[in-house]
Each structure stands twice: as structure tokens, then as C-alpha cells.
């Protein structure tokens, strides 16, 4: 296979092209095989690694495009305002967090100004799957039907969060999560802020789609 820009590292190369092939042109395994000259067992090997890192998705009806990873930037800016303002309406902290592989990226995050609080800087790399963010990447669902998970203690002592998914092409691409000492969140993060955490995500959403 001629390949553009070889490095003579293979699996890079060939990742990489199928990367910009789908760029311009979202297809199936079987057509990245044959615009690629790959066989049909190692397109679908390669494709299948990338959507596991979120540098590809895939659609129902099998077609591969760019996956979420390469909208992060994006999704950095747009919930920044919009943290800062959940921030400064319940007046805690609020931060963005998106998944790479077995742990979550804070990329956004607002502080709060009371001196006692709970936050993570940007760049906190935490394991999964620990807090209310975490449940929210692993897809986990509130058993009362709410769009909020919440979590009490269950990465901090004296923590509490509540979350929600942001959703891009019908995944959950990040998680908007308020953290909170505890005493602070009762009866529950949910009940206390879960409407406005929902609103929060819903904003960047909306904002994602134009």
C-alpha cells in the first residue's frame, strides 16, 4: 500500500490514514479496506482500536467518522462561560471531564470562592470509576429516571458531586460535574443542583450542534 507521509512506523501509518480517510469521507470496514488497499481483518482491527481511544466513532449504520477526542478543544471553549456561570449561580465549583481510556481529564474548571471547597485543576488525570463524573463516563444511569448521578463520599471523604452527560451524535462526550463539601449539598448534590448541572449540560450541548 503506497501511504502519504510514511514514517515507516506501519500501525501509525496506516491508523493515520485511515483517520484523514474518514475525514472527507465517512465509510464501513469493508470500503477502508479497499481505499486503503488493507485487508478487510486489519482495517476493522485498526478502526476498532480508534474508537476505543474516542479517535473514531462509529454510526448505526457502520460508518466511521472522527470521534469525539478531536472535539475537545471545542468542548474546552464552549462550556467555559457556561461553567462559569453554574459556578457563580450555586456559587460551588464546577468542572468539565472527558474520558481517556481508563481515567478522566478535567478540562475545564471553575473554582468556587468560598474558602472551603472542592475542585480539580485542569489537567487532573483521576482513575475511573470514582465519583459522579466517572459514572457519567461509564454511562451509568440515575435509577429514578433523573439525567443527574450523584455521588457522596465516594472519591473524598467530606465530598460530594453531581453530574451530567454531554452528548454529541447520541454519545456522552463529557460530564459536567458540581463538587461540593457535603455539608453543603443536602439533602443530596441531586437534589440540591442536579436541575442546574442538567441545564449546564444541555447548554453545551445545544451550543455543540450549531
Known amino acids: 500500500m503506497a501511504e502519504p507521509f510514511a514514517t515507516g512506523v506501519g500501525v501509525l501509518d496506516r491508523s493515520v490514514a485511515i483517520l484523514d480517510c474518514v475525514e472527507s469521507n465517512p465509510m464501513g470496514t469493508s470500503d477502508l479496506a479497499r481505499a486503503l488497499g488493507l485487508t478487510v481483518s486489519t482495517a476493522h482491527r485498526l478502526a476498532t482500536a480508534l ?3 474516542g479517535l473514531l466513532r ?3 449504520a457502520g460508518c466511521f467518522h472522527l470521534g ?3 472535539a475537545t478543544s471545542a468542548l474546552a471553549e464552549t462550556a467555559q462561560p457556561v461553567l462559569a456561570e453554574l459556578c457563580a449561580e450555586t456559587g460551588e465549583s464546577a468542572q468539565l471531564w472527558v474520558r481517556r481510556a481508563d481515567r478522566r481529564l478535567c478540562v475545564v474548571s471553575i473554582e468556587s470562592a468560598e474558602e472551603l471547597r472542592a475542585s480539580q485543576p485542569v489537567g487532573s488525570l ?3 470509576p470514582r465519583g459522579s463524573a466517572a459514572q457519567i463516563l461509564l454511562g451509568e444511569r440515575n435509577p429514578d429516571g433523573h439525567r443527574w448521578v450523584e455521588s457522596v463520599e465516594d472519591r473524598a471523604p467530606g465530598v460530594g458531586s453531581v453530574s451530567a452527560p454531554v ?3 447520541g454519545d456522552t462526550v463529557a460530564a459536567v460535574c458540581l463538587s461540593a463539601p457535603t455539608q453543603r ?3 443530596s448534590p441531586g437534589q440540591r443542583f442536579g ?3 442538567v441545564a449546564a449540560a ?3 450541548e445545544a451550543a455543540l450542534q450549531i
Do not use: E, G, T
Request: glycine fraction near 0%; proline fraction near 12%; charge should be positive.
Open 167 to 169: 452528548r454529541l451524535h
Open 195 to 197: 436541575a442546574q448541572v
Open 68 to 70: 469525539p477526542r478531536f
Open 51 to 53: 474508537v476505543a481511544h
Open 126 to 128: 483521576l482513575p475511573l
Open 185 to 187: 449539598l443536602l439533602p
Open 58 to 60: 462509529r454510526d448505526a
Open 202 to 204: 444541555a447548554r453545551i
